[in-house]
């Protein structure tokens, strides 16, 4: 539809895979979230998925659980979230995807919400717990405001399942290596490689691997077998471990490196 496709699009081109990292906006803080994305930008990240903060989430871990109430902590509400999607997206280039809980969108309003997504420079969003057989609020509105969805798949999706996540989703399908939650195990690539194949059976677009993406090595055998990776935990764990906002960003940047080094086999 827009940026996220061009920039997959582009990548496939070049025969590239996305590198995909995922930061929750407003830890440390609102103002340390655009200092974060850029470095993750100028190391190699070609997606950032800014994580909305919510105080119950679905499918996420303890780590991006604990930074979610960071945020909160420090007032980092939706309505602050989409300000600080847009002061990012005056930063980078890169598409910007909220990761945001269904229960934020409808309260705030399906359709006010995707318009002042797009507005703000957002060219996607995922929805972690709406199942594609509920999606019918969500998909028309975001399509109209000029919004990518995409969907999550998993090892334990049905045929039928997969079938709809492929005629919902754009931009790229999501496939969850791992059952459980965010920053559980490490997910290998002989396990991901099968599901990722039932999933390219269904559709087009690129798929992604995410859950349990850890190691600079791990990210490079996974990208044998899908069309990049999604780095999520991890992420959180670099920027907590640093005292300073500035410190957080260069720690990223080093970390966001080192993976997009070991991607491109170098």
Not at 211 to 240: M, N, W, Y
Not at 254 to 262: G, K, N
Request: hydrophobic share 45%; with cysteine.
């Amino acid at each position: 539809m827009g940026a996220l496709n061009d920039t997959l699009q582009d990548l496939r081109k070049k025969k590239r895979k996305a590198l995909a990292i995922f930061i929750t906006a407003g830890d440390p803080s609102p103002r340390a979230t655009p200092d974060l994305v850029a470095a993750a930008v100028d190391a190699g990240a070609d997606i950032i998925e800014l994580g909305v903060p919510f105080s119950d989430p679905l499918a996420d871990g303890p780590v991006i659980q604990r930074s979610f109430m960071r945020a909160i902590g420090k007032g980092t509400s939706l309505t602050k979230t989409i300000e600080v999607a847009a002061r990012v997206h005056e930063r980078v280039e890169v598409p910007l995807v909220f990761m945001i809980a269904s229960t934020l969108v409808v309260n705030h309003g399906v359709q006010k919400f995707m318009r002042q997504s797009a507005q703000a420079g957002v060219s996607g969003v995922i929805l972690p717990d709406v199942p594609p057989e509920e999606a019918e609020e969500f998909v028309p509105p975001a399509r109209g405001a000029g919004l990518d969805t995409v969907f999550l798949a998993a090892p334990t999706s049905t045929p039928e399942r997969l079938r709809r996540i492929a005629e919902l989703s754009s931009g790229f399908v999501y496939y969850i290596n791992v059952r459980g939650v965010t920053g559980g195990p490490q997910a290998t690539a002989n396990e991901v490689a099968a599901g990722v194949a039932r999933m390219r059976r269904m559709t087009r677009l690129p798929v992604l691997a995410g859950f349990g993406v850890k190691t600079p090595e791990q990210a490079r055998a996974l990208c044998a077998v899908a069309d990049g990776v999604i780095i999520g935990s991890r992420a959180i764990e670099v920027i907590d471990a640093e005292r300073s906002a500035m410190g957080a960003a260069r720690a990223l940047g080093r970390y966001v490196r080192s993976i997009r080094r070991a991607m491109d086999g170098r």
